[in-house]
């Protein structure tokens, strides 16, 4: 994997991967004590939660110790989410003496870290206890806020430790939810491109391209990872790792998160207001994957029909859809809608601004189609290889809930993608279709 820091790249840019040092292989951890001594950390605030203090928790104080670094601790509820209380909990068992946060843990565990450290102003280290998704190295949080997830600006990393020993213990749900949250990328990366062509947004091939290699290095390594192959763990760490530090070279989530993602989100915010079924992040994402590239399937049979499109942006009413809208996804939905009224991309002005670069590079987008992301039944063969669910009753929703899940992620994000292509040619009844049909 090869990073790039602080160079002025054909974009515009200048990149930096976000964070200062990565240490991974067998027996990483042991470098804990050394990297909190070089960041100048003299007493540490241990953030854990009943997990993962008992798999990697315990032996880091324990190094540090050696070390004779003080250590305040805090382990978390096993139940911990990623919100406002989760949060308080942690920053409320804060010491002030503490000069360095380090985080054992994975998605939630490092979110947390991420924002207690950016609060008290003090440099971050996170030990990674399994391989399950592209947060480590991202300059952002996921979190829920007034009940919708949002990605908010926080402290990466400055030293990621990924000990392969350590990795290779996780459960294999969370094995199974890192490489769901890296094919992701063929949809993510797909749509950053889409959105260049429809929109004008910033798009780097540099940063593209890297992600493609470290998505071909995962997928190559796929069957050896529930079997703790060291080879598959280590990449899709890696490649997981890439990811994050492909959102902070870009400034923005683009490069490792699209539409696939947006139903995981839809899906969190759902399990918050209702109590549905909620599973890890990387294996919604890897469905939600699965269920975009079946939608892309269907339109490289496409030709768009300019006339059907304008017929069915004037036939969509804003408000029942808003109604609609409030009910499936709960609370969250009034920011989703207050920051449409701002955006405003259901205005039959932009909308004919949009129609018409898309119908004048319809064959573009096609092509991108079929460069970037497979077939729907090539990502449901993979997925099946790994034993991850490939249905929406796999993780617990029901497929009638699909169009509608599918409706409601053009409003998570002003982020061009599928959901919002689909809207603008009026293809809403096609994409429903392919929700719904068995497969």
């Not at 294999?172 to 889409?194: F, H, N, P, Q, T």
């Not at 549905?276 to 079946?294: E, K, M, N």
């Amino acid at each position: 994997m090869q990073l790039f820091h602080s160079e002025k790249c054909a974009c515009g840019k200048i990149h930096d991967a976000g964070f200062d040092r990565m240490n991974v292989g067998s027996g990483a951890v042991n470098t804990v004590a050394r990297e909190v001594i070089r960041l100048g950390g003299t007493r540490v605030y241990l953030l854990c939660d009943e997990n993962t203090v008992k798999v990697g928790g315990e032996r880091v104080a324990k190094l540090l110790a050696a070390a004779g670094i003080p250590v305040k601790s805090c382990v978390l509820p096993a139940s911990v989410e990623p919100d406002e209380a989760g949060v308080l909990a942690a920053k409320g068992r804060f010491d002030p003496a503490c000069d360095l946060v380090l985080a054992v843990g994975s998605g939630v565990v490092n979110d947390i870290g991420k924002c207690v450290a950016f609060d008290a102003g003090v440099p971050y280290v996170v030990v990674a206890t399994a391989p399950s998704m592209d947060g480590y190295a991202s300059n952002s949080a996921a979190m829920v806020v007034g009940g919708l997830k949002v990605s908010l600006p926080r402290r990466c990393a400055s030293v990621l430790i990924g000990d392969t020993d350590l990795l290779a213990s996780a459960p294999d749900e969370m094995l199974i939810a890192g490489l769901g949250d890296m094919i992701a990328k063929y949809v993510s990366i797909a749509e950053w491109r889409i959105s260049h062509i429809v929109t004008g947004e910033y798009y780097c091939e540099r940063v593209a391209a890297a992600v493609r290699e470290a998505l071909a290095t995962c997928v190559k390594n796929a069957k050896g990872l529930l079997s703790r192959d060291p080879a598959a763990i280590e990449a899709v760490f890696e490649g997981l790792v890439l990811s994050g530090a492909a959102m902070n070279y870009a400034g923005l989530s683009r490069p490792a998160s699209g539409m696939e993602h947006y139903f995981s989100h839809i899906w969190d915010m759902r399990g918050l207001a209702f109590g549905t079924p909620v599973a890890l992040h990387g294996i919604q994402c890897a469905v939600g994957t699965l269920y975009a590239a079946s939608v892309y399937d269907a339109l490289l049979k496409v030709n768009p029909d300019k006339d059907k499109a304008l017929r069915a942006v004037r036939a969509f009413d804003r408000d029942e859809y808003f109604r609609e809208l409030r009910a499936f996804v709960g609370p969250g939905a009034d920011a989703m809608i207050e920051a449409e009224n701002r955006d405003g991309k259901y205005d039959p002005a932009k909308h004919e601004a949009r129609l018409s670069v898309i119908l004048d590079r319809w064959n573009e987008i096609q092509t991108i189609i079929r460069e970037e992301i497979p077939r729907a039944k090539e990502i449901r063969s993979l997925l099946a290889s790994i034993g991850a669910p490939t249905t929406p009753e796999g993780i617990g929703q029901k497929r009638s809930e699909l169009p509608l899940t599918f409706a409601a992620t053009r409003d998570v994000r002003d982020k061009y993608v599928l959901s919002r292509l689909i809207w603008d040619l009026g293809l809403t009844d096609l994409a429903n279709a392919r929700l719904l049909r068995e497969n």
